[in-house]
């Protein structure tokens, strides 16, 4: 979707000299190195339908609660 920039910024930034030492230090230079085969293998459809699913269900989760805080509550126009 973004021609491999996000891609190519998470390269940049993982292959600088402070970005190496630091994964080296933790022992997550070959876990980084898939996940950034992994990222690159990702379809912008897979992305697209991920992101969709997330945000229905997020809405839902959060939509809920909400509407039972903010409800009016109805008052009948013929009791006063």
């Given at each position: 979707?973004?021609?491999?920039?996000?891609?190519?910024?998470?390269?940049?930034?993982?292959?600088?000299?402070?970005?190496?030492?630091?994964?080296?230090?933790?022992?997550?230079?070959?876990?980084?190195?898939?996940?950034?085969?992994?990222?690159?293998?990702?379809?912008?459809?897979?992305?697209?339908l991920?992101?969709?699913?997330?945000?229905?269900?997020?809405?839902?989760?959060?939509?809920?609660?909400?509407?039972?805080?903010?409800?009016?509550?109805?008052?009948?126009?013929?009791?006063?």
């Open positions: 979707m973004d021609q491999g920039f996000l891609l190519s910024q998470m390269s940049r930034v993982m292959s600088s000299d402070e970005a190496q030492q630091a994964l080296k230090q933790y022992g997550m230079t070959e876990m980084m190195n898939q996940s950034l085969t992994e990222l690159a293998q990702i379809r912008p459809i897979d992305y697209a991920n992101m969709l699913t997330v945000n229905i269900v997020v809405g839902f989760i959060l939509g809920v609660p909400i509407s039972l805080i903010l409800q009016r509550s109805q008052t009948n126009p013929n009791s006063k």
